[in-house]
């Protein structure tokens, strides 16, 4: 039996942080990876492998073997078919047993497949996996194609559909409104607008039912539930993710909403020393604090360093209160952000709210060369002006503005908190002081509660 | 006499912003700006009059006029020579007597005059006031000029010469280690780097102790106390600035270190209904507690709007707890972004810290195209490890970025805090979930707690 004092079990983002986290802050203890593939791919990455911003499926790879040697942890290609808690051991499909003292659960999550639609398994269909053999065979197939739809109106749906674009290709979108569970939909006439110009056609809130197959079963097109058809060489259906959790939930471990593997906020599962992170484990939303299906890296990565924080004992006592559902991504020149809960999901979950909309030039004065348009939403609590959500679309600063209002949001701090907010301000950099977006849209909702009333 | 419910002194960013703040808040309050100039520069886009982003001055120009007119706020045109306190009223030079029920007195700050330096009056040199005349006149001048000598390595210097230089200027900069204020030396390097491939001679520790001229009292050079001499068409003074406070000492005010207008956490002054907000009011630390003659257009608009909010009720109980001091600026293509202490200052303070610096690239894979190298300092306190200090270097997102870093700051975040930091992270936009600087440099410094010792 081969035993390591840390065994963590996958090897995506969050193993791999598990891992060096273990490596820096216990030494003296060792520690061993099980993952089913060598190497892995960046998963944000995947999409940019349809498009010309990298060249191949090599130039998203992690090189998880040689990181894995230079952090000091045993690596080894194996999947593990079951765990025995009472053992601690974990027995791989090689017929290796691998002893523990610390487990950490870190499996991700795979393709949803959607039963629904007929044919989903015909040639020239295909899943967006974050398997690299799987990620190279459906690179050089769609290479080969012109007309590709792509079914989902998610992150990864668009990004491909994005790049698939910039590469040439004829690409139709199959849908719901654009990233619907991240911005509202003044958010997404935005991201409508630059999608229409790009020449992507859009299937607004239109069902996918079947596959249209010719004679040997390939793919030819999609048909919709109102009868409508749309002619293709290939289709990509990024509809979504769910945990893969089969391992877990066969070994008893005590499972949640939407499969996943119950944490507590230590992320500890219901087996002593049996820890579970990523995209496996169990979310709750930072707001509304119901269980959430949001899967990001960013959270992942998080979630591994608390675990190996507090695995010998509570080193981190303030802990996860939740998944703030923090995202960004670009699409054509424009890059938009979110964090939090959106206007509409406020509503749904009867939250009280006050939000402000604003636009401002992201550099002053608005004439310097290079100056693109920003947008803030920002939504708060009615009754305490306490930060829930915010949505921002710009330039390429967007991704950190984002992590800023993730860190108000986190923060719980309040509308009022804002109008104090230090802020570095720079011509080539930001808005103008007087026009901060943050600061302002803060002040429009505190205006509500300031002034007449508040004397 | 004129009478106002809000009457402001001065035309700057804090007295725009208080101005706008008391009508969203106060609609029903009559609001006057009482300004030396009818139009306003923007302060931190002065130098880039000087370069190749900027056609002329007039595209620094803020139409103050036009603003106040759509804010619905009077402006007028008047040097203000007077205040009594108890008749809560306002002397202008014209001859006016304006009458106030709250009075802000928002003066800002004007060059500092290097006295020191003989001769600092000749002819073909300058100094850098945001008096949208004197700008003018120097622009014309400093156009006709080939060799140019920028005295000073804060923002202002540095930012002029830079722009001088994308001019096609022969620049020489003098002063001490670049932007010592607020980075410490590993960080000025890459500074130094820049600006010496741009072909900007810097001569470094140096003092100045004279402007040559020729016989018709023209500046023709550059003296230091070493007896090394510049030759050069002009000189630009970039050596500070002080609170233009004359009035408010002259009226009798409570005055603090750095010629500041004594001011409580309200942005109060002695006085009753005598608020002074920006450069001219006085400035804490937020970390080291001590004056601190920061001068930001950032932190002045934060405290008009303090100053607004709480103008006849305290509606903002947590309010300003002193500057982070947080800045950013552009070196050739290069960003640059500071907040909190530097670890030199902290060691001055006598502050015991844990620092840790970690470079990464700003896109993953880092193989996508315009990826940039990110560094970021992180210091802490040694004893809780909260975050008292952040400086980065990197691309254009480095603007939010610091402003990220301010918000931990201010919310007083330790490392341990960060682990769990959620933030949003795309290829194109940041770098991975695994490396993200903030929470890499948390982690490093959080190692020195947990682990042999922590179990």
Known sequence: MHYSDILIIGGGPAAMVAAGTARQYYPEKSVTVLKKTKDSLVPCGIPYVFGPLLQSVEDDMIPCGEMAAKMGTTLIVEEVVDIDFEAKSVMGKSGETYGYDKLIIATGSVPKIPHQIEN???????????????????????????KIVVVGTGFIGIEIANELCDAGKDVALVGSRLLKHSFDSEMSAFMEEIVKRKGIRHYLDRRTCKIETDKNGRAVGVLFEDGEKVACDGVILATGYRPN????????????????????????TTRPDVFAVGDCAEKRHFITKRGIPVMLASTATAEARIAVTNLYSINL?????????????VIGDTCFGSAGITEEDAKKEKISILSSFVTVPDKHPARLPGSHKQALKLTASR???QVIGAQVVGGIDIGEMINMLGTI?????TVFDLLGLQVATHPLLTSAPTTYPIVVAAQ????????????
């Open 444 to 455: 429009n909702i505190a205006s509500r509660f300031i002034g007449e009333k508040g004397q």
């Open 409 to 413: 949001i986190e923060n719980r701090m």
């Open 120 to 146: 989903h398994d015909a040639d020239g269909v295909f899943f967006v996996p974050k398997d690299p053999d799987y990620i190279r065979r459906m690179h050089e197939a769609v290479e080969k194609m012109k």
């Open 383 to 385: 009754s305490t002006g």
């Open 317 to 329: 006592v303030k802990s996860f209160s939740g998944t703030i559902a923090i995202f960004s991504t």
């Open 245 to 268: 959790t089969e391992l877990a939930r066969r070994t008893g471990l005590s499972m949640r909403q939407f499969d996943t593997i119950y944490v507590d906020e230590y992320m500890r």
